[in-house]
């Protein structure tokens, strides 16, 4: 299992992550702006008002992207660390495996 990295370090997808809450809120705070005239009776917003509320699915979507972009990474990290671990005990693991299928034969 690897480490967890420092929390002031800098990790794959993190800055897509912020980016994305950042545009999701202003988009959660355009919805509200935009729904409230509804609440209290006065004229609607115009529609491009209404266009600024898609910044929630935008926002959204950039920190869907930055958590696969961080699990990729993740991945690729213990993909390394496995095979780094393979390589330097892969003479056991064979050793074994020819042990016991020579046992299951002699059995059968």
Same mark, same amino acid.
């Given at each position: ?8 370090? $800098? ?7 912020? =980016? ?10 355009? =919805?509200?702006? =935009? ?35 961080? $699990? $990729?990474? @993740? ?30 034969? @002699?059995?059968?």
């Amino acid at each position: 299992m690897t480490a967890t990295p420092p929390a002031d370090e $800098a990790r794959p997808g993190d800055a897509l992550v912020r =980016t994305g809450g950042i545009v999701f809120i202003a988009g959660a705070l355009a =919805t509200l702006a =935009t729904m409230a005239p509804l609440f209290l009776g006065t004229d609607p917003f115009p529609s491009y008002a209404w266009a600024v509320c898609m910044l929630m699915g935008v926002g959204f979507a950039i920190s869907a992207a930055g958590v696969l972009r961080s $699990a $990729a990474a @993740q991945r690729r990290e213990a993909r390394a660390a496995v095979g780094a671990l393979g390589s330097a005990g892969g003479s056991a693991g064979g050793s074994a495996g020819g042990s016991a299928g020579g046992s299951a034969e @002699q059995t059968g």
